[in-house]
């Protein structure tokens, strides 16, 4: 049993790397900052971005950072945070709709740290 299972090991490491370095081809990764909470979060984050299907994004909730995979031709790192933005996360570069993230699952109602101080009242 054991060599078998080192076996599955070394085979799922063989395609793997194979797997990265085909996408490496066409594609650049970035490392973004997404806000969010929890592994539900995650999911939402990396659904929203694999609706665009030319982007696989792999969100961490520890670090709250993302690494974005795409290829440049196909779209672009602003269009990909766009769909995670509607999806109610706010990032880097957009902020989710108020209306979106009242939407989201409490425990997902992260700190909203990316999103620009609101006007203050004269
Ligand atoms: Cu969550």
Redesign the pocket.
Known sequence: MKSIHKLLVAITLLLSVTFANAQNKNTVTETVKIN??????KQIIETAAAKNKTAKVNWNADTKMATVTYNPKKTSLDQILKSIADAGYDNEKFTAEDAVYEQL?G??QYERELKAEPKTSK
């Open positions: 969010g909470n929890c592994g539900m979060c699952h425990c997902c």
